[in-house]
């Protein structure tokens, strides 16, 4: 079989996983012919150098050169410019030459080459609605090179005849070009995230991992498993939430550190009937295709406005209380500042700001139910007893752990009506995963959430002629404003 493993970040986590993922196919002796491929400086502009600085690329490279050291067997070295023809560059220019915004619906062939640019962009300004695109040069260019990648990328795999590829998530610019060059001309790919730290990872065939039916489908895979009882099965899967209401780190950081245990906000009356809503801060997916539209509105924003109203005009005896993403602040967007402006627009509406130190799970104590726009805390909620009506898509849309509306005619019955918590069974199977699904690798390691080792070797360890070029390099583009490569590979 011949294999293609590509990685080409300065990503710690990114990296160290791939190369783990180069050594086992080593090791297990099918492919034919093994190619590892990296930008190597091809690109001065990526998801990881959104400032296109000259320093950052050379460390980029030297990173993999190092770690590479580190990989036992036979297989071959590609840098990106390689794959990248004249010709390609020209397709590239004549797309573009008429191309006057980045928008998702920009397609070429099928390759999503808008979303490309647009995922990791959003990921570094916040800005969802793209109301800063035309100032910003980071999306042309990183399109613009995407569609370079792509260019190359399915031509090396008809000529090469490659049977597999292999690279982490597959969200951001350059991988998405790989995943969707991949997908146009069948071949298998498989993309790898980290479940939890320790060194446990999961793979997805042919899709995204934020496709929802194929995350079901390993929580239930692992939820199957025979050699584990089911009481311990709930035993793990119900210590993961304890564990999470705590406010430990386990998969992802925690925005509940900050808060004060068991403050509940000022100046309601908790003795009514009480419905709290959680927002969501959905950057992540917010360019990944169609498969997180919302079914009902036409975004978390314009949901939030009609329960906000039908709350407001219909049940003033119920109290309807917003608590806003805390990853959401600091943020000055319209979609935030008008999650913020619902606040008292009738008297029984109460919106908890991103920076409150109100304990989120205080607050959830007191709801007759919580409304969720598919934020984790809706999975949460499940799990600790309340019924949750879920407005969104969500990774637990299918899990039966919230009530979801048919269509939109069928959103108010669940705003009104009393409703049963679902069994939590549903949501312990989540937390069951996080905390025991996934596969051990051999030479991947990590410590908390950044600190990642491969062969017990720290990722981003430079020698010191290494950190020396890299300081005259942040030095000498200082001054002179220009833009300088040192190879190392």
């Not at 010709?87 to 797309?95: G, I, L, M, N, Y």
């Not at 090179?145 to 005849?161: A, D, I, M, P, T």
């Not at 080792?453 to 000498?476: D, W």
């Amino acid at each position: 079989m011949r294999t293609l493993v590509f990685s080409p970040y300065l990503s710690s986590l990114f990296n160290a996983v791939m190369l783990d993922r180069l050594q086992e196919e080593i090791h297990a002796g099918g492919a034919e012919k093994l190619y590892f491929l990296s930008c190597f400086q091809t690109f001065d502009i990526c998801a990881f150098n959104k400032t296109s600085e000259s320093s950052n690329c050379y460390y980029c490279e030297a990173n993999i050169v190092n770690t590479l050291k580190l990989v036992e067997g036979e297989y071959d070295v590609l840098r990106l410019a390689q794959l990248i023809t004249p010709e390609d560059r020209v397709t590239a220019d004549d797309f573009f030459r008429n191309v006057t915004d980045i928008r998702h619906d920009l397609y070429f062939e099928t390759f999503d080459v808008g979303e490309a640019a647009i995922s990791p962009y959003i990921t570094r300004t916040r800005d969802k609605n793209l109301v800063r695109e035309n100032k910003d040069t980071f999306l042309r260019r990183v399109s613009y090179n995407s569609l370079l990648v792509y260019l190359g990328v399915k031509r090396f795999l008809q000529e090469h005849q490659i049977e597999k590829v292999i690279f982490f998530n597959g969200r951001l610019d350059y991988t998405r070009s790989v995943l969707r060059a991949c997908q146009a001309l069948s071949v298998d790919c498989y993309l790898y995230e980290r479940v939890r730290p320790g060194g446990i990872i999961e793979c997805f065939h042919n899709v995204l991992p934020h496709t929802i039916e194929a995350r079901q489908a390993l929580i239930d895979e692992a939820w199957s498993d025979p050699t584990v009882p089911q009481e311990e099965k709930m035993r793990i899967g119900s210590n993961y939430y304890e564990r999470k209401r705590k406010g430990e780190v386990i998969i992802a950081r925690s925005f509940v550190v900050a808060q004060e245990k068991n403050r509940l906000p000022a100046g309601i009356d908790f003795s009514r009937k009480n419905v709290v809503l959680y927002n969501s801060s959905d950057d992540e997916i917010a360019a990944v295709g169609p498969m997180y539209k919302n079914p009902f509105f036409q975004g978390q924003e314009d949901g939030t406005q009609y329960v906000v109203d039908f709350y407001g005009k219909n049940f003033p005896e119920y109290n309807l209380i917003i608590r806003m993403h805390p990853n959401l602040k600091g943020l000055t967007y319209h979609y935030v500042e008008v999650i913020r402006s619902l606040h008292q627009k009738y008297p029984n509406i109460y919106v908890i700001a991103p920076e409150s130190d109100v304990d989120t799970y205080a607050l959830l104590d007191t709801a007759w139910k919580v409304i969720s726009f598919g934020t984790s805390m809706g999975l949460e909620a499940s799990f600790w007893g309340k019924p949750v009506v879920l407005l969104a898509k969500a990774r637990y849309f299918y899990a039966d752990v919230a009530y979801v509306p048919a269509d939109r005619s069928g959103v108010d019955a669940l705003l009104t009506d009393d409703l049963m918590p679902k069994d939590k069974t549903n949501a312990v199977k989540f937390g069951y995963y996080y905390l025991n699904g996934g596969t051990k690798t051999r030479y991947f390691f990590s410590k908390g959430l950044n600190q990642n080792y491969f062969k017990g070797q720290p990722m981003k360890k430079f020698t010191l002629k290494q950190k020396l070029i890299n300081r005259a390099i942040k030095v000498y583009t200082r001054l002179t404003k220009k833009k300088v490569v040192i190879r190392t590979f």
